[in-house]
């Protein structure tokens, strides 16, 4: 039978499953549709993993904006990134990944999108830099940027020319020694500028460059951009006019594992000057008491004023983001805008005409856009333009619409374009309409109910199974987040997709109990000191709720999982009465013992969810501790643990900790473990080796591995499972 008998069972009994795991990881995966100058046509990447070759490809693919039809550009995996050159609508400038004359470095070449075929290399650039951005200045010259490593004397950072130490030891003297899954060294982030020459009217047909770039982060002691681990674009932003770069950094002066602060620093393009501070302690703008992380620096279209976010509290990751203008070379307060909406934005952007922001922000478990006037005061409330699913990126087009990507449960990709007057105005594509492995997904896939949750009404998502039939009756599937100030929204994950989950024969019940964003800073805030409180007591009302009024739901035979906060969450309800019942839990990266979020990276977190130290203010910590006694010796429903080595966020010993417990005390019980995955499992083969395990945990207990035939069952598992039991 071999590796692969699960899968094509699975496959066989494709008219009961909608969308396996291995089509859901398999499926095509596209990026954000960026609009050419007059918005005609858009650009985007994709990339697809095959489990028959084991192998990625990736190539690049042209949207027409009238009829939505896309042509492939190019399937040459060198190139990495492409920008519109902004001179006319098919110009464009693109990352080769191959540098011909230095090992690990990049090229920058001009192409066009009618030929591919003739572009040219523009640039050598001398290290593996990436996140480019680049504007046509008013001189016909390029200013670009593009981030990459940073040595401290601000050389750019190639891995490939570096020489390797005889010994592998590190050494700190001050704490932040990991984050996420490295570890610290003396190399950094950094923004780096650079120009391309424009061609000669006599000779030159071509832009060129020396190929000289510009550090322009290092020369300020503890300047880092963009801020890692997702070192994410949106971190720093070139002005229209080529001048000015602002970005991101955490503050420089104080110690980065104790505080989420951060500050938007401005630099010339060229480096000519060290970059300053609009918002830092010393800037003459600060808005007073705003002392939290910074975000998403956008300059206006006349280069004049850069609107950003910030959030108040200075070691809260999960603060309410507020929304400021600021005018370049001003000594003004900053201007606060719409200050009172309770809502936090993600991301902001000013609108063509110069006059509004636009911003997605998460709402009532969806990411919808929102537009706001530059001006508003205080007191204004801005209204959503756009709906159903969640928004992951946006971009200008010349009327004020917007060229938006997003996702929905029920679909991985879509593009339309919204107004912010007339809402969604044109659906351009959707995965679900194109992928043969996304066939059959839509929108009545899922629905949602609200119920009365501890202090205030609680929401929550119902996922369907392929085929449901609300006069029969399926296993529950009970869905808790991580964050824990995160939500399940209406978007598409690759590691929790609720419809797999479904898809085996469950309907998926995700709720978005207390700390969950999008409903108001208030109930985000009220996990604080109360993790197994509130959130738990939301989580039994859930449950209650649907074993009440939800006949098609069968809760005596359900199963429940959780990542993270929501791994925390399994491993606390394992130990209270909630746990009794389920009939199989999963937790992946999940704290155990509460004392250990000491050895955690980010010590803001836990100063901040438990309200001070663990030397001053242990209670807070053992308040709700799934590893106290009182509560370990419930423990009797069978618990997959999933734990990873380079989870450094939550080391891999709560892991190990909670099943060794659960082993010690004769609790039906198994350990996975991926010693190359972080806080998240991302190798599409470790992927489905991990829906492989999970499902077939789930299915064995609530029954579906004996009632459907189709369903995942860990009779298949693939890898050989080690058990010394004698
Ligand atoms: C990428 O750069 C290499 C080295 O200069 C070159 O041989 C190759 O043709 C380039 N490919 C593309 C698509 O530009
Ligand atoms: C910067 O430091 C690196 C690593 O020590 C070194 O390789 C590089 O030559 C230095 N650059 C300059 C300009 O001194
Ligand atoms: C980091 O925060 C802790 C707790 O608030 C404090 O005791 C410690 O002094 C801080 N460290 C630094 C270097 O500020
Ligand atoms: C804004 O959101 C509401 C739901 O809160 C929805 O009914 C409405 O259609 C949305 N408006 C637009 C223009 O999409
Ligand atoms: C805000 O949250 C607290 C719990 O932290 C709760 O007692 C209070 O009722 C909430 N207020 C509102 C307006 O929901």
Known sequence: MGARRWLSLVAAASAALAMTPEQMISAPRRGEAVPNPSGNAALFSASQYSFDTHKAKSWWELMDLKTGKTTTLTEDSDVSEIVWLGTDDSS???????????????????????????????????????????????????????????????????????????????????????????????????????TLKKP???????????????????????????????????????????????FKSKAPELPKANYTASYIYLSPHDGSEKPFAINGPDSPGTPKGFKGDSASPSFSPDSRHIAYLQMKKIKYEADRNRMFVYTIGSKKTIRSVAEGWDRSPGSIKWAADG????????????????????????????????????????????????????????????????????????????????DPELKGLGPSNIDEFYFKGDFTDIQSWIIYPEGFDKSKTYPLCFYVHGGPQGAWGDSWSSRWNPKVFADQGYVVIAPNPTASVGFGQNLTDAIQNNWGGSPYI????????????????????????????????????????????????????????????????????????????IWNDRDNYRRYDPSAPEHILQFSTPHLIIHSDLDFRLPVTEGLAIFNVLQERGVPSRLLNFPDENHWVTNPENSLVWHQQVLGWLNKYSGIAESNSGAVSLDDTVIPVVDYNP
């Open 92 to 194: 464009i400038l693109y990352i080769n990944s191959t540098n011909a004359e230095t090992p690990g470095g990049v090229e920058l070449w001009i192409s066009n999108t009618h030929k591919f075929a003739d572009g040219y290399k523009a640039a050598s650039l001398p290290a593996p830099l990436s996140g480019l951005k680049a504007v046509t200045t008013h001189s016909g010259d390029v200013h670009y940027v593009v981030n990459g490593k940073s040595w401290p004397n601000g050389t750019a950072y190639n891995e490939n020319l570096a020489t390797k130490p005889l010994s592998s030891a590190r050494i700190y003297d001050s704490v932040y020694v990991r984050h996420w899954d490295y570890w610290l060294s003396t190399t950094f982030n950094a923004v780096f500028s650079g």
């Open 200 to 246: 000669s009217v006599h000779g030159h047909h071509h832009y060129s460059s020396d190929g000289e770039i510009n550090n322009l982060v290092y020369k300020i002691k503890n300047l880092e951009s963009p801020y890692p681990p997702y070192a994410e674009t949106s971190d720093y932003d070139l002005s229209p006019n080529g001048k000015w770069v602002a």
């Open 355 to 434: 006059k509004n922001l636009l911003v997605a922000a998460d709402d009532k478990a969806r990411t919808r856009m929102f537009a706001v006037p530059a001006h508003a005061d205080h007191h204004y409330k801005p209204q959503n333009f756009t709906d159903g699913g969640s928004v992951s990126a946006y971009y200008l087009l010349r009327d004020s619409s917007v060229l938006v990507t997003g996702s929905a449960i029920w679909t991985n990709w879509n593009v339309y374009i919204a107004n912010p007057m007339k809402g969604v105005i044109k659906e351009l594509a959707s995965a679900n309409e194109i």
């Open 538 to 613: 939301d989580l039994v009302k859930c449950w209650e709720y649907v074993r009440d009024n939800i006949p098609y739901i069968d809760t005596t035979n359900g199963v429940a999982a959780g990542a993270s906060f929501g791994g925390f969450m399994v491993n606390w309800i394992q130990g209270n009465p909630l746990g009794r019942k389920f009939k199989a839990l999963v937790t992946h990266d999940g704290a155990f013992i509460m004392d250990n979020m000491i050895a955690t990276e980010e010590l803001w977190f836990p100063q901040r969810e438990f309200d001070g130290t």
